[in-house]
């Protein structure tokens, strides 16, 4: 089952609140572009690159079903299908920082980077799982075709931006316009259509296929997975395998993309955001190939009519069942928008940083011309929403950030979900003069018993700030 599969996997979620608005922070400039970077400039390279991994799971956990509890496994099979829905699964993002710089000058900042980004999610299937388990012994189940939900990808992203005053207030806007380079893909995410069986004239049962419309879209697997399929039967299987190890170096799949995001101050201590992040698309020119079946077909059985061969009634029904729901092969170009992600906060500023008169606790080692560029500690309400192709994902909680010791912060969050109803997340980090490390760790009363957990993370990063 998905969950289970979900449960050995590394992942890592699209909602950061440990991430956001994090001060200083090269990987937080994409869910918060509009703010200002601390420092003169800061660079972050491959050698140790930005980490982040973690999984969330909705629904049913592997500790549901497989916990030696003493309970009858049938019954606990039974419990946990009957408590899936259609909207529970698993979220996987991983995403390795691998270069960034940005250079401070006056009031604007100017970046750029690198990074790469393997993301997947996939929704759970009720109707197809107690079809797989019970069959169709209930009359009154269907195969409901809209809830296959998923989609599989790996993209390169080249990144430039900038973060500015707006007009002549205390306001700021920043942008990133992003150039995307997908190693490929593979998804299904606007299916339609039914599968059931009702009463017959002519047999006990007439098979019904609902007006289908059912489509899988690759990219990038077409000669790993399905080659034979298309006629070439002489695959030289360590060749197929180093074509597909050089898409990660690149390929012809290209796209466009954007992060936007404005903050204004309410007070002196109050200060109001929203940001966008990855509103774009993917253009997939590169060994492409998709599947796609439609149409509407009934079958109530064979009629046997001697001294006929049977082979000919079986062929019989595989051309109709051709006929009226064909199946087409593309390896055309498609298109594919990202799951563009909404951020919202409101943050109060407070204190000094650690409790020092100095200012300069936080860079020990420079002058700050005036008040407004010199570290406090913050805290804040953030709210989140993804569409992921149609289906919602939302978060919200609360987080703050605490300067407490010379050129240390602690990072706190409190936040819920659409997969997991708590998590509580914490943040370490600090400097020796301008190189800075982090480690941060959500959802950490999920670590107790990480069968039954719905989500766990743990980032980890370094850089350089002058």
Not at 417 to 430: E, H, M, Q, V
Not at 434 to 461: E, F, K
């Amino acid at each position: 089952m998905v969950w289970l599969a979900g449960y050995f996997m590394p992942l890592r979620a699209q909602f950061e609140p440990l991430m956001y608005d994090l001060h200083d922070n090269p990987s937080s400039v994409f869910s918060y572009p509009s703010r200002k970077a601390g420092g003169r400039f800061y660079v972050l390279t491959p050698l140790i690159p930005h980490i982040q991994l973690q999984y969330k799971l909705s629904g049913p956990t592997p500790y549901d079903l497989l916990a030696a509890d003493g309970r009858d496994f049938n019954l606990k099979w039974q419990e946990t299908l009957n408590a899936i829905t259609r909207n529970q699964g698993l979220l996987w993002e991983t995403k390795f920082h691998l270069l960034a710089f940005g250079i401070n000058k006056e009031a604007k900042t100017y970046r750029g980077g690198l990074y790469a980004q393997g993301q997947t999610w996939v929704f759970h299937a009720p109707s197809l799982y107690r079809f797989a388990l019970y069959g169709n012994s209930d009359a009154s189940s269907r195969i409901d075709l809209s809830e296959l939900h998923f989609n599989a990808e790996f993209v390169y992203t080249l990144y430039f931006g900038m973060s500015m005053p707006l007009g002549d207030g205390d306001s700021r806007w920043g942008f990133n316009v992003k150039l995307y380079n997908s190693a490929g893909t593979v998804s299904s995410t606007s299916n339609k259509g039914e599968i059931y069986y009702v009463p017959g004239q002519n047999n006990y049962y007439t098979h019904v296929f609902d007006n289908i419309d059912l489509e899988i879209r690759s990219s990038g697997l077409r000669k790993l997975m399905f080659e034979d399929n298309m006629g070439n039967k002489n695959v030289d299987s360590a060749a197929v395998v180093h074509d597909f190890m050089r898409r990660f170096g690149g390929t012809g799949n290209w796209g466009l993309g954007l992060d936007i995001g404005l903050e204004k101050p309410l007070s002196d201590a109050w200060t109001w955001s929203v940001n966008v992040e990855d509103l774009g698309i993917i253009r997939y020119a590169d060994d492409n190939f998709s599947l796609r079946a439609h149409g509407h077909y009934r079958y109530e059985g064979v009629q046997v009519q001697f001294p006929d061969q049977p082979v000919d009634y079986w062929r019989e029904i595989r051309d109709d069942f051709k006929q009226k729901i064909p199946t087409d092969t593309l390896t055309g170009v498609f298109y594919q928008w990202r799951p563009f992600k909404v951020y919202t906060s409101f943050r109060y500023t407070f204190g000094t940083a650690g409790g020092y008169n100095e200012y300069d606790c936080y860079y020990p080692w420079k002058s700050y011309a005036g008040e407004d560029e010199k570290p406090h500690s913050y805290m804040g309400w953030i709210g989140f929403y993804q569409n992921l192709a149609g289906r919602p994902y939302w978060g919200t909680g609360l987080y703050v950030h605490w300067i407490w010791a010379r050129g240390f912060y602690t990072r706190l969050t409190l936040t819920t979900d659409s997969y997991t109803p708590f998590n509580a997340g914490l943040g370490l980090g600090g400097h020796i003069g301008p190189w800075h490390i982090y480690l941060m760790a959500d959802n950490l009363t999920g670590y107790l018993n990480a069968a039954a957990s719905h989500g766990q993370y743990v980032a980890l990063g370094t850089y350089w700030s002058f």
